[in-house]
Nanobody, 125 residues
Framework: QVQLVESGGGLVRPGGSLRLSCAASGFTWDYYAIAWFRQAPGKERERVQCISLSDGSTDYADFMSGRFTISGDHGRNTVYLQMNSLKEEDTAVYYC??????????????????WGQGTQVTVSS
């Protein structure tokens, strides 16, 4: 049974940083991709970044402009999202999700079927 548990959200001032964690269990690490999504009030959910756990290849949404970085630690079965230079518009509930990754594809094309409960990130002065 795939389980994903997010942590690390909170309140931060504009320009600050946070690191989100997604603790994963119940699946074979190398067969999956994990993505971070976010959803702000009144807005649609959007994908932030994703990573193939087998080869570490990543893909990020164009609006990220390099401020966020996704990484995976197989030893800890955890995927991280390092968020720097946070802006008020980054305020949202952040979710991690997992899906089976097909070798040679891009993680942006993965179908994400397993979801965590989300963690709130609030950027405000």
């Amino acid at each position: 049974q795939v389980q994903l548990v997010e942590s690390g959200g909170g309140l931060v001032r504009p320009g600050g940083s946070l690191r989100l964690s997604c603790a994963a269990s119940g699946f074979t690490w190398d067969y999956y991709a994990i993505a971070w999504f976010r959803q702000a009030p009144g807005k649609e959910r959007e994908r932030v970044q994703c990573i193939s756990l087998s080869d570490g290849s990543t893909d990020y949404a164009d609006f990220m402009s390099g401020r966020f970085t996704i990484s995976g630690d197989h030893g800890r079965n955890t995927v991280y999202l390092q968020m720097n230079s946070l802006k008020e518009e980054d305020t949202a509930v952040y979710y991690c999700a997992a899906g089976i990754f097909f070798y040679g594809s891009n993680c942006r094309d993965t179908e994400y079927n397993y979801w965590g409960q989300g963690t709130q990130v609030t950027v405000s002065s």
